[in-house]
């Protein structure tokens, strides 16, 4: 099983700044990796497929990149709505796996 | 615009037996593959089954493989999630989700809001 390590756990910052998450694979997954956000009492929501592509409505904001074992998600500039856990999934190998999360919190 | 409406969450024994189901619209359901995705109090997303567009393929996480069997009616569209021996440690919120290829790219596209399963003794 591929296991997905994301950090920071929490990240605390204010609107306006920059948000840089982390994930890293225990073994290569290519590009097959995406972000999703979640909110709590809603559905989750895919952000960015392929490591690097935005999904359809997601804001310019959003930014992915990396292949192999280390991927970054950016945030160019923190909206109030942004606020909320960010997670990683890989889609290389079975069974699919998510990392731990990465809760984006206002500072 | 895709909705997925989960249902039959309660709160069931250890051991005991549940049946989750979720419908779906606002697609050809038919055409796409679906999963199911926990999240235990407190807990990240756990993936932990899919099923193929005409059934012939279905795989599980470990942590479920043999008491939990997923199922789908295409004529309904529905999507089930039958839970024998539950345990504790199966207790979340469990998401129904709508599979789409994106450019090569298998996908978790659209959420259901959650049904809630509580498993205590």
């Known amino acids: 099983e591929i296991v997905l390590t994301q950090s920071p756990a929490t990240l605390s910052l204010s609107p306006g700044e920059r948000a840089t998450l982390s994930c890293r694979a225990s073994?290569?997954?290519?590009?097959?990796l995406a972000w999703y956000q979640h909110k709590a009492g809603q559905a989750p929501r895919l952000l960015i497929y392929?490591?690097?592509n935005r999904a359809t409505g997601i804001p310019a904001r959003f930014s992915g990149s990396g292949s192999g074992t280390d991927f970054t998600l950016t945030i160019s500039s923190l909206e109030p709505e942004d606020f909320a856990v960010y997670y990683c999934?890989?889609?290389?190998?079975?069974?699919?796996?998510f990392g731990g999360g990465t809760k984006v919190e206002i500072k | 615009e895709v909705q997925l409406l989960e249902s039959g969450g309660a709160l069931v024994q250890t051991g005991g037996s549940l049946r989750l189901s979720c419908a779906a619209s606002?697609?050809?359901?038919?055409?796409?593959?679906m999963s199911w995705v926990r999240q235990a109090p407190g807990k990240g997303l756990e993936w932990i089954s899919i099923?193929?567009?005409?059934?012939?393929?279905?795989y599980y996480a470990d942590s479920v493989k043999g008491r939990f069997t997923i199922s789908r009616d295409n004529s309904r569209n529905r999507l089930h999630l039958q839970m024998d021996s539950l345990r504790a440690e199966d207790t979340a919120v469990y998401y129904c989700?709508?599979?789409?290829?994106?450019?090569?790219?298998?996908?978790?596209?659209?959420w259901g809001q959650g049904t809630l399963v509580t498993v205590s003794s």
């Open positions: 999934q890989q889609r290389s190998n079975w069974p699919l796996t």
């Open positions: 073994q290569s997954v290519s590009s097959y």
């Open positions: 989700v709508k599979e789409e290829n994106y450019s090569g790219y298998e996908v978790l596209d659209y």
């Open positions: 099923i193929s567009t005409s059934s012939t393929n279905t």
């Open positions: 606002g697609f050809t359901f038919s055409r796409y593959a």
């Open positions: 392929g490591s690097s």
